[in-house]
C-alpha cells in the first residue's frame, strides 16, 4: 500500500506531544482536534481508545483527510472542512474537554481560538513561539483567556488555555 | 520542492495499534528504551515520551530510505538537545550486530524481516524489563513464529486490538 507521509520526520512537528499527553491525563471528557496530523491523531486517538472518550477531529486537507479517516471508530469521529471554510464548523455549541488547534491556514487558527473560548476546560495551540506571531497571530487570541501555561522545554513551544481550569500546575 | 512524498509503508485501519500498549509500558518504568525498528506511530512517540526527562532511547532500522528519512538535522531544533535519543542503521539487515547488550526497561520489536523478530526476543529475554511485540496475532504465526519463544518468559500480556500487541517479561507480572 502506498500512502501519503512526510519525506522527513522532523522532530519538532511533534513537540505538542507531551503536553497532549499530559492534559488528556487531568481532563476526560470530549475531545475536538482542529487539524489532523501523523503526531497528533494516532497519539490522541489510541489515548481516547482506551475509554472510549469521544473524540472529534476536523481536517481541510484531503490528503490529509484521506489518512485520518482510518481512525474512524466508534468514538472517533473525523470530518473533512471543505473548501478550508472552518466557519461551517459546527463546536460552540457544547462543552468540550479538550480543543487542539492546529489546523491550516496558520492565520486560521486565532479564529477558532477565540471562537472555542467560553466551550473548552484546556485549549491546546501549537508553534505558539513569538517568532511565529507574524503568521499564526495566535497573541491577538490570548487575552480571551483568564490563565495560560507556555511549554517552552520543546520549540516550537505548545501554550494551554482555559477560562474555568487553573494553569499553574501544570 | 513538496514537502511530502509517498512512501511504501503497511498501515491498517486505525495504525498505531501498539500505542496505547507503549504509551502504558512507559508510564510505568522510567530507564532506557530500545527501539527495533522504526515506525511512522512508534519513533515520534517514544522521542517525546523520552523528552522531557531525557530518558535514554536508542532506535535502530535497516531500511535506508525509511532510515533517512527520520533526520535529526533541523537547525532550528538545536535548542531541543536531542542527545538522548541515538539512531542507527542496520547494515545489510545485518541484526546480529547489532549490541543489545546492557539492562532496557523497554524494547520494542517491530523489525524487518519479519521471522527475524524472534532471534531478538530471545537475545533480549533476560536483559529487558517489558519487551513489546507488535503483530502478534495467532493467524500471522505462521510468518513471524513468535508462538515458538513466547514461553521462555514468565509473564505475558495480549492486548485486544488488531493488529495484536504482546507484552513479555521475565522480571514483572504484567497487568496493563
Known amino acids: 500500500m502506498i500512502y501519503f507521509v512526510p519525506k522527513h520526520f522532523k522532530p519538532r512537528e511533534g513537540s505538542h506531544i507531551p503536553v497532549l499527553i499530559k492534559i488528556l491525563s487531568i481532563a476526560d471528557g470530549p475531545v475536538l482536534e482542529l487539524g489532523t496530523g501523523f503526531n497528533s491523531t494516532p497519539v490522541l486517538h489510541w489515548l481516547c481508545n482506551e475509554n472510549k472518550r469521544e473524540l472529534v477531529s476536523y481536517e481541510s486537507s484531503p490528503e490529509y483527510f484521506e489518512v485520518a479517516k482510518r481512525y474512524i471508530s466508534d468514538f472517533h469521529q473525523v470530518n473533512l472542512v471543505e473548501d478550508e471554510n472552518w466557519d461551517t464548523i459546527d463546536i460552540e455549541s457544547r462543552h468540550w474537554s479538550v480543543v487542539f488547534i492546529d489546523h491550516a491556514p496558520g492565520p486560521r487558527r486565532v479564529v477558532e481560538l477565540e471562537r472555542v473560548a467560553q466551550h473548552a476546560d484546556y485549549v491546546i495551540v501549537h508553534d505558539t513561539e513569538r517568532r511565529s506571531s507574524w503568521h499564526r497571530r495566535y497573541r491577538k487570541g490570548f487575552p480571551k483567556y483568564k490563565e495560560r501555561w507556555d511549554y517552552t522545554t520543546a520549540y516550537p513551544y505548545t501554550s494551554v488555555l482555559s477560562n474555568f481550569k487553573d494553569l499553574s500546575n501544570l | ?176
Open chain 2, 1 to 176: 520542492m513538496s514537502q511530502y512524498s509517498t512512501i511504501k509503508a503497511h498501515m491498517h485501519i486505525g495504525g498505531g495499534s501498539h500505542l496505547p500498549v507503549l504509551m502504558k509500558v512507559m508510564d510505568i518504568t522510567d530507564g532506557p528504551v530500545l527501539e527495533l525498528g522504526m515506525g511512522l506511530f512508534s519513533t515520534p512517540y517514544l522521542h517525546w515520551a523520552c523528552y522531557d526527562k531525557r530518558r535514554k532511547l536508542v532506535s535502530y532500522e535497516n531500511k535506508k530510505d525509511f532510515y533517512e528519512s527520520f533526520i535529526f538535522n533541523d537547525r532550528r531544533e538545536i535548542v531541543n538537545g536531542y542527545d538522548y535519543h541515538e539512531v542507527k542503521f542496520v547494515e545489510n539487515s545485518d541484526w546480529d550486530k547489532v549490541d543489545l547488550s546492557g539492562h532496557w526497561s523497554v524494547v520494542l520489536i517491530d523489525h524487518n524481516p519479519g521471522p527475524r523478530r524472534r532471534e531478538e526476543i530471545k537475545r533480549l529475554a533476560n536483559n529487558v524489563d517489558y519487551i513489546v511485540v507488535h503483530d502478534t496475532d495467532p493467524k500471522n504465526n505462521w510468518y513471524y513464529k513468535y508462538e515458538e519463544y513466547f514461553p521462555i518468559f514468565k509473564h505475558r500480556w495480549d492486548s485486544n486490538i488488531y493488529p495484536r500487541t504482546t507484552v513479555l517479561s521475565n522480571f514483572y507480572e504484567i497487568n496493563l
